[in-house]
């Protein structure tokens, strides 16, 4: 029971979110504006972390969080002023703490000297403030309420006490509510024993709780406290003993007097006990517990060893028994203190692969509902109409299901929102700017992974808005801005996408610098014309992180295309709005899940595939005249006045029985996120579905030009295409109608068995 | 019939931990975050056991011993206090507030036990 590690892991997870909820708390505060709720937040947090880990025995992190906490409480109390440099230390604490957290979770020891520098860092600020001069500084006065003398003494040692006065006034409460002699129990039997210990019984090193402690283990115990013999406060001496008990005992029968009498071995000549015994009346124990006969001699007022004397022996087995049981009442106390169970959280805390595992299986309900869909599609609708509409409402429900359970994997971006003020006091102190974040949406839910993956992006983004796009505050100041920068980040729901948008009021994007340094790296032809909108898009290109822009803050060898790509591969696009003199709006649009698609199902030859509906712009049929063969045999087509590349998809995957011309078939526009367009030629388009996201991946392997798989209504598998994918392959040649088959696409005659089988084994595992 | 126990603390840590000890000991424990909810928690139901930590967010434990002893069917409700460390000032708070004792945290869980039982049986 005294095992307390099993909650090593709620205080590790705790102390997290408090560490959170201390730096959110501490980045907020600056001299001049302390909310004192805030800081006593702050203070709380640091205290939990602390009691926390004394549990534990995280002795070195108890030690430095007290340091930590005894600042926090000069703060509190005002002693201690709110300084800049005060802030810093408390952040650097908040650091440290986390850190002595992450050595106690894995269990090592933090190096030596780990905490030496903070440690010493919140002393002087203590230091500095015993020393201040004012002596306005008031110290509350010692409680008033040790002036008034406890009437009784107080039952004490180091852990723990009791106040004398309130447990004696607790027993004097219970002497009037005496024990109420109801009709015992069936099958029980009711002791009473009065026990009259003698003054003296404490010098000899007896304690009376433990004996009353001891009768309540033999079955169910009231105890009452009588304190009619206790003296006033002056005459009291403290060695002895001016109590004495009656104990209303409800027990088994196999407890007999015997056992009872055990319980005052060692101090019988030091005190009175009577004890006496009373059984239930005959009736009940001839009806309701017929066991009890073999003791019933146990008849009222028994003063006599019960004659059970030899079965109590045996009987040892039961109270010995007891604290084997504390596992039980967990569980069952669980079930009976429901009523309560919504008082503390609405929330439960829930492994994460169980979560998954349960979108996995809904997943493959939805296509199991899809499959089954399909098969009574044919049906005479007449003769099925109930089987129908029951599988219409089948449909319905496993729809709400799906997004049921996905939005238990959903969460508020704040998580990720949360870290952004800490980086930009870090970038604000780093280049020397005045900064002011503020964010709004922070309650936009999205799926964990999502979530998880903005980190990275945001924080390079935001202080790439700060260090390239804020101006210094003098040159703000010249061209008639505030001093202090805005950045603001923020997120919304839009058309079943989150979009997290960052804004700032800097200068904005240097077009012509950003195009001669395009120019210079080779990624634009000189001379070339492009729309501002172009030119803005040329800082994701890969490669285009310049010398300029490396300073210790942003250039970290990561530009604009990795940020892009981490967007991408979450089936993000990102795109930036910007003006000059005025600032720029980067916008990141991505899924609410990454597990269900909302598709476009189409059809090449005999193979399906899915594009994502978010790069769908339209589709057309082209006439003959729009249609354009260029020299190395790439087609072009004119689509609202834009030439757009085509694409054949049989080509490129060598699918055969397609159709090859696009005025026969179709052209799907699509867009990838960059914004760049292309004319996907296909024979059909069979339809716009949900589908359910399979990694090809841990399936099968990466193909290029393929996102994900997928399992349609008919049980096959259908690939999920990537347009960005499509059109690097379509610019190396791939769709050439005598060019090689793309090495790295499976050979097609083999996908629709492999679907088939795959389906099988899907059903069987 | 099992006693009922509340326990009152900001930690989700200490409270799992005062309730997990508790219920071992056979006693039904109810959970409450803060003052404000304990005080709700008190109203829903009988409880024999107040164990209240003193910092807390909304209303502070002390607040609460005061609120509790201000209802008279609670006046001798044994009301236990969690300290973090043996603080004399904040006993004698406690003391004034009208805490029938206190435990200093971390506490073991034997201790807490034998001093539940003994000012709540």
């Not at chain 1, 596992?327 to 429901?338: D, L």
């Not at chain 1, 058309?495 to 340094?517: H, Y």
């Amino acid at each position: 029971m005294d095992d307390l590690s099993r909650f090593k892991q709620t205080y590790f997870d705790e102390s997290a979110e408090l560490l959170a909820v201390a730096e959110a708390g501490l980045l907020r505060l600056a001299p001049g504006d302390v909310d004192m709720d805030e800081v006593n937040a702050i203070f709380r947090a640091v205290h939990s972390i602390k009691g926390g880990g004394g549990a534990f025995g995280f002795n070195e992190l108890v030690a430095f969080a007290h340091e930590f906490e005894t600042v926090m409480d000069g703060v509190r109390n005002a002693t201690i002023p709110v300084t800049t440099a005060l802030v810093d230390t408390l952040i650097r604490a908040n650091d440290v703490l986390a850190q002595m957290l992450a050595y106690a979770g894995e269990g090592t020891d933090a190096p030596p000297g780990t905490t030496d520098g903070t440690v010493a860092a919140l002393r002087r600020h203590l230091d500095a403030a015993a020393h201040a001069p004012e002596e306005a500084v008031h110290t509350p006065a010692p409680a008033p309420a040790s002036a008034i003398p406890p009437a009784f003494p107080d039952d004490e040692d180091d852990e723990a006490g009791i106040f004398g006065d309130a447990l004696a006034a607790i027993a004097a409460a219970r002497d009037e509510g005496a024990p109420a002699a109801g009709p015992v129990p069936p099958g029980k039997i009711r002791w009473t024993v009065v026990f009259r210990p003698k003054a003296e019984l404490l010098l000899s090193g007896n304690e009376p709780t433990f004996m009353l402690r001891a009768l309540r283990r033999l079955g169910e115990a009231e105890i009452a406290c009588h304190l009619d013999r206790l003296p006033a406060l002056r005459d009291l001496d403290a060695e002895l003993l001016h109590l004495h008990w009656t104990v209303t005992l409800i027990a088994d029968p196999e407890v007999g007097r015997e056992r009872i009498d055990d319980v005052f071995e060692f101090v019988a000549d030091d005190c009175d006990i009577r004890i006496t015994a009373e059984a239930p009346l005959p009736a009940v124990i001839e009806t309701a517990a017929p066991p009890a006969a073999e003791t019933a001699p146990a008849l009222p007022a028994l003063t006599q060893p019960a004659p059970a004397a030899a079965p109590a022996e045996a009987a040892a087995q039961p109270p010995a028994a007891k604290p084997a049981e504390p596992a039980k009442p967990r569980a069952a106390g669980n079930g009976s203190g429901g009523e309560h169970a919504g008082l503390t959280s609405h929330t439960i805390r829930v492994d994460l692969d169980k979560i998954d595992r349960l979108v996995n299986m809904v997943g493959e309900m939805v296509i199991t509902q899809a499959m089954v869909a399909e098969h009574v599609r044919d049906l005479p609708p007449g003769q099925f109409q109930e089987l129908l509409e029951g599988l219409e409402q089948l449909a319905q429900h496993t729809r709400e299901l799906r997004e049921n359970v996905m939005s238990i994997r959903a969460q508020p971006v704040s998580s990720v929102f949360s870290r952004m003020p800490r980086l930009v006091r870090e970038c604000a102190g780093l280049t020397g700017k005045e900064v002011a974040l503020v964010t709004s949406g922070e309650n936009t839910e999205v799926d964990k992974t999502v979530v998880e993956n903005l980190v990275d992006p945001l924080t390079h983004m935001i202080r790439n808005s700060i260090d390239h796009g804020l101006e210094s505050p003098d040159e703000r100041e010249r061209v008639g801005k505030p001093r202090t920068g805005t950045v603001h980040l923020s997120a919304q729901h839009r058309s079943g996408r989150i979009v997290i948008e960052i804004t700032d009021d800097g200068r904005g994007i240097n077009r012509a610098k950003v195009l001669s340094k395009a120019i210079e790296k080779g990624l634009v032809a000189p001379g070339a014309a492009l729309s501002d909108e172009e030119v803005d898009n040329l800082i994701f290109l890969p490669g285009f992180s310049t010398a300029d822009q490396v300073s210790n803050l942003s250039g970290r060898g990561v530009g604009m295309d990795v940020v892009r790509r981490n967007i991408s591969s979450l089936g993000g696009r990102i795109g930036v709005y910007s003006t000059p003199g005025e600032g720029s709006r980067f916008t990141l649009s991505l899924p609410l899940t990454l597990a269900v698609l909302d598709g476009m199902v189409i059809s090449v030859g005999e193979e399906r595939f899915v594009l994502p509906l978010t790069n769908i712009v339209e589709s057309l049929r082209p006439k003959p005249e729009d249609l354009h063969g260029l020299v190395n045999k790439c087609d072009v087509m004119m689509a609202r006045g834009e030439y757009v590349r085509l694409v054949h998809l049989h080509r490129l995957f060598g699918i055969p029985k397609a159709i090859d011309d696009a005025t026969k078939g179709l052209v799907v526009l699509v867009e990838t996120e960059d914004g760049s367009r292309l004319g996907l030629v296909v024979d059909e388009i069979l339809g716009q579905q949900q589908v359910v996201i399979k990694s090809l991946e841990s399936n099968f392997r990466r193909l290029e030009g393929v996102a994900a798989a997928t399992i349609l209504g008919d049980g096959r598998v259908a690939l999920i295409l990537d347009v960005a994918g499509l059109r690097e392959m379509s610019r190396h040649g791939g769709d050439n109608p005598g060019g090689p088959r793309p090495a790295s696409f499976p050979a097609t005659p083999s996908l629709p068995a492999s679907a088939g089988h795959d389906t099988r084994q899907r059903q069987t595992a | 019939m099992k006693k009922k126990v509340l326990t009152v603390d900001d930690s989700r840590t200490m409270r799992d931990m005062v309730t997990f000890t508790l219920k071992g000991a056979g006693y039904d424990v109810v959970e409450a975050a803060d003052g404000q909810q304990a005080m709700t928690a008190m109203a829903a139901g009988k409880v024999d056991l107040v164990i209240t930590d003193l910092n807390m967010p909304v209303m502070d434990g002390l607040t609460l011993i005061r609120k509790l002893r201000a209802i008279p069917a609670h006046r001798t409700l044994p009301i236990l206090m969690l300290t973090t460390e043996a603080d004399e000032k904040k006993k004698a708070e406690g003391r004034a507030a009208g805490a029938t004792g206190w435990i200093v945290k971390p506490f073991n869980p034997d201790k807490l036990v034998s001093v539940v039982q003994k000012v709540c049986g």
